[in-house]
């Protein structure tokens, strides 16, 4: 078997020109209306670079306006034209709509869909060993879709009334009332078009995952024997087929109220003086149905970087995952629990004490799973032979802002402490940690891994340390001092603070978050360099050039439509066999090599192992 194993660890190193084409696919097939998952993840994952760029630039103007109030900006009158910033100086409706879309495309656009639809589409086939998704028409008609809900999404920035401005959760009476303020017209319905599009793509690719995973797992793949990233998305998309169809349900209500006279969510309403002919809706209704679905939103972004990390960091750590089983426990776990806490982001809104209380309890339950995840992911680090490439950086990084986010949320989960910090930037601090940059972080975390096996070209390594310091320096640098002006009491989404006294003493502080916000946005152009460069130019890779066990490497450089050219590889045990040793202690299983790839038999009296 060592024979074997060898001979296929020696063509790994001379396997670069196999592309396995046998006839030239047209252009347009092959590239753009593609059913090859690979392809289709590369869209999704290009999709998502360009709109998270988009969402970035939006967060350094708005910042901006924060630091520097009633300061005029060219950069300002440049992107947002004489109408938003006239003379340079950003206007309230701009500020509003700014932070209302930025946050849309972040969670939505970029943490879910980049995130998800890139490494769900990409590994699932690949680690599973099927040649494709369970349908790939589907698979292409859900990208496309996802495509259009951008397009609307970026429209509305162009209409005249201008873009939606309730905040990326749209509480009515805002978004439910076309006369509220100018970002309640056109702009908000178009936010609600993209948005039902986004979800009907979410639904049809979460459907298509779930049944991949279930149906099409090559012989001897069993559920035990998948790795964690499998795990991960596999449960994301149960996830998001549970939650996703309760937001639809509100974006419609929301039309109906808005169009069609309805009153789901408005009751006694007055507009200049003049009441509205709506009785008997709630907004707190409405608050209801987007944290049923918000709340597991958190963990449709953060499930799949936690699986694409615990992946990334066996590999480089040279060492099995610490307690493989107690970690699939954790995601099930933590999937169970992110349906019912989502009340938490209610306190405020006058519910029963009792019932915070319920929610208080279900909300600091869900810090066991998550602390399991923590602890295994530092075992796993712990004495291990630590390959400090990008990934692997990237991954310890996300350790730590997701411990570092995560602590302020027992704060934030406390009926009695969330009422004195809700709507500071106590909250903004947390999240961003907790789910925005740790999510970021394993997406760069699965980009900087699999780059070679999407492209058979590496990233440079020079410029990936460069993006991962002055990236986890700025992020720390613009959400660590918001804790504290949060403590203080600051507001967010308040355009300006000028006319509170009160907190003249926290503007130089955010002056520094702006500084560390402009740095961390600056350096994501050596990322989008190193990526697009890398792309054509970049060294080209061997077969398995982390020497990593999952299937996927197993594969030519650059896989045919169908992933593998002869016969799909059997498996033969779990995905983390790094380091094993004979019985005796005397060399690795393979002689010399300290990984066994899943596709290679057990040895005669070899133990599998999968804890």
């Known amino acids: 078997m060592s024979v074997t194993a060898n001979a296929t660890l020696a063509q790994d190193h001379h396997d670069n020109g196999d592309h396995g084409h046998h006839h030239k696919e047209p252009f347009i097939t092959k590239y753009i209306f593609s059913q090859d998952h690979k392809m289709i993840a590369k869209q999704y994952l290009i999709t998502g670079l360009l709109m998270g760029s988009l969402g970035i630039l939006m967060s350094v103007l708005f910042r901006m306006q924060i630091a520097w109030p009633e300061e005029s900006f060219m950069i300002f009158e440049w992107f947002l034209g004489e ?269 029963n004490p009792f019932l915070g209380s319920v929610f208080t309890f279900t909300t600091l339950l869900i810090a066991i799973p998550s602390a399991v995840k923590a602890f295994n992911w530092i075992t796993t680090l712990w004495k291990g032979n630590l390959q400090m490439n990008t990934g692997m950086l990237w991954s310890i990084g996300f350790v730590s802002t997701f411990i570092t986010g995560g602590l302020t949320g027992i704060i934030l989960g406390d009926s009695t402490l969330d009422i004195n910090v809700h709507d500071t930037y106590f909250v903004i601090a947390h999240f961003h940690l907790v789910m925005g940059i740790s999510a970021l972080y394993g997406f760069f975390a699965g980009v900087y891994h699999w780059f070679p096996k999407m492209y058979g070209r590496m990233m440079n390594k020079n410029l990936g340390y460069i993006h991962f310091w002055v990236t986890v320096v700025g992020a720390y640098g613009v959400f660590f001092p918001m804790h504290f002006i949060g403590l203080a009491g600051l507001p967010r989404r308040y355009y300006t603070n000028t006319a509170f006294p009160y907190f003249d003493d926290l503007a130089d502080t955010n002056v520094l978050i702006t500084v560390f916000a402009i740095m961390t946005a600056l350096v994501q152009l050596v990322f989008m360099y190193n990526f697009f460069h890398s792309m054509f130019y970049g060294k080209k890779s061997t077969r398995n050039p982390w020497r990593s066990n999952t299937l996927e490497w197993t594969t030519p450089v650059h896989p045919v439509h169908g992933n593998w050219p002869g016969e799909i590889p059997a498996v033969y045990r779990w995905s983390y066999d790094y380091s094993k040793m004979n019985e005796d202690g005397t060399d690795y299983v393979i002689p010399g090599q300290d990984f066994i790839p899943q596709n290679v038999p057990l040895q005669k009296n070899e133990e599998e192992l999968n804890h």
């Open 83 to 351: 109408k938003y910033a006239p003379g340079g100086v950003m206007t309230a409706e701009a500020y509003l709509a700014l932070v209302t879309i930025h946050g849309t495309i972040m969670v939505f656009f970029v943490l879910t869909a980049g995130l998800s639809g890139t490494f769900s589409n990409f590994l699932i086939p690949l680690q599973i060993g099927a040649r494709d998704m369970a349908s790939g028409f589907l698979n292409m008609v859900s990208y496309w879709i996802f495509f259009i809900s951008c397009i609307i999404m970026i429209s509305s920035l162009f209409v005249e009334s201008g873009p939606a401005s309730a905040g990326w959760t749209i509480y009515p009476p805002l978004s439910a009332l076309p006369e509220a303020i100018p970002g309640s017209g056109m702009g908000m319905t178009l936010w609600l078009i993209s948005m039902a599009f986004f979800i009907a793509q979410s639904l049809l690719g979460s459907l298509n995952y779930i049944v991949t995973v279930i149906n099409l797992r090559t012989k001897g793949m069993s559920m035990t024997r998948l790795p964690l990233t499998i795990w991960a998305l596999f449960v994301t998309a149960i996830i998001g087929v549970v939650s996703f169809p309760v937001l639809l349900s509100a974006a419609l209500m929301l039309i109906m109220d808005r169009s069609f006279g309805t009153s789901f969510f408005l009751s006694d309403i007055y507009i200049k003086g003049e009441v509205l002919a709506h009785q008997g809706g709630s907004p707190v209704l409405f608050e209801h149905l987007f944290w049923f679905l918000g709340h597991p939103e958190v963990y449709i972004v953060i499930l799949p970087a936690m699986g694409l990390v615990s992946e990334v960091m066996a590999s480089n750590a040279r060492k099995p995952i610490f307690g493989y089983r107690a970690m699939v426990a954790s995601i099930l776990g933590i999937a169970f629990l992110s349906t019912i806490v989502w009340g938490h982001h209610m306190f405020v809104s006058g519910m």
